[in-house]
C-alpha cells in the first residue's frame, strides 16, 4: 500500500539552531504534501500545503520564513524549522494524497528544542 | 468543508464492539466521510470511507444514516490496541479534481479500550 515515510522520528536540538524534516512518498508520486502541528493533547494544525515544484502555501498565522518547506521533486517534501526555539517543540507529521484512500500520513517527528 | 461532531471520549470493554457516532448535519452531496484514528504519538491512520452506501473492511464498518447527515464507526470486536483517537472528517474526496486539498482535523473522539 501507499506508504510515506517521515525522517527523523525524533530530534532534539539547541535552541537558535536550525532542524530538516524529510517527507517521502515510497511507492508513489505525490505531487501534493501537508504538513501538521501537534502540540500535546490537541488535534494536527495543518501548517502548509506544499506542491511540487512551486512554492508552498501556508496556514494563517505561520511563518513561511521560519517554516520553510520545499518540494522539490515528486517523491520529496522537507520541512525546516530555521532558529528553532522551545516553543517549536511539537510533533510534525506530514501527509501525502495517494488512491481512493486520499490521505496517508508520514509516522510523524518529536521535535524538542532545548 | 462540513463540520462535524464528535463526542470527546468513550469507553469500551475489550472484545465488544465499538460504536463511535458522528454528526455532519451540513454534508453536501459529493463530500464523503472519512475515519482516521491515532494511536499515541504516531501519524494518522486512514481506517474507512464512504459516500452514502454503508462499508466494510478488514478494520471497520462504515454506517451512514440515509439523509446522511450522521454516521457510526464500528469496530466489531474492539481489543486494547484500538485504543486511539477517532477523527471522522467530511470533504470532498480529493482525487475529483479541484484545487482544495487540505483535509481539516477536528478535536476526535478519545476511544479507550479497557480490559
Known amino acids: 500500500g501507499a506508504v510515506v515515510s517521515q525522517h527523523p522520528s525524533w530530534v532534539i536540538c539547541k535552541s537558535g539552531t536550525s532542524v530538516k524534516i524529510e517527507c517521502r512518498s515510497l511507492d508513489f508520486q505525490a505531487t501534493t504534501m501537508f504538513w501538521y502541528r501537534q502540540f500535546p493533547k490537541q488535534s494536527l494544525m495543518l501548517m502548509a500545503t506544499s506542491n511540487e515544484g512551486s512554492k508552498a502555501t501556508y496556514e494563517q498565522g505561520v511563518e513561511k520564513d521560519k517554516f520553510l518547506i520545499n518540494h522539490a521533486s515528486l517523491t520529496l517534501s522537507t520541512l525546516t524549522v530555521t532558529s528553532a526555539h522551545p516553543e517549536d517543540s511539537s510533533f510534525y507529521i506530514c501527509s501525502a494524497i495517494r488512491g481512493q484512500r486520499g490521505y496517508t500520513f508520514g509516522s510523524g517527528t518529536r521535535l524538542t528544542v532545548v | 468543508d462540513a463540520k462535524t461532531t464528535q463526542p470527546p471520549s468513550m469507553d469500551c470493554a475489550e472484545g465488544r464492539a465499538a460504536n463511535l457516532p458522528c454528526n455532519h448535519s451540513?454534508?453536501?452531496?459529493?463530500?464523503?466521510v472519512y475515519w482516521y484514528r491515532q494511536i499515541h504519538s504516531q501519524g494518522p491512520q486512514y481506517i474507512i470511507h464512504g459516500l452514502k452506501n454503508n462499508e466494510t473492511n478488514e478494520m471497520a464498518s462504515l454506517i451512514i444514516t440515509e439523509d446522511r447527515k450522521s454516521s457510526t464507526l464500528i469496530l466489531p470486536h474492539a481489543t486494547l490496541r484500538d485504543t486511539a483517537v477517532y477523527y471522522c472528517?467530511?470533504?470532498?474526496?480529493?482525487?475529483?479534481?479541484?484545487?482544495?486539498?487540505?483535509?481539516?482535523f477536528g478535536k476526535g473522539t478519545l476511544l479507550t479500550v479497557n480490559p
Open positions: 472528517i467530511v470533504r470532498v474526496n480529493p482525487n475529483s479534481g479541484g484545487s482544495n486539498y487540505k483535509l481539516t
Open positions: 451540513t454534508i453536501s452531496g459529493n463530500e464523503y
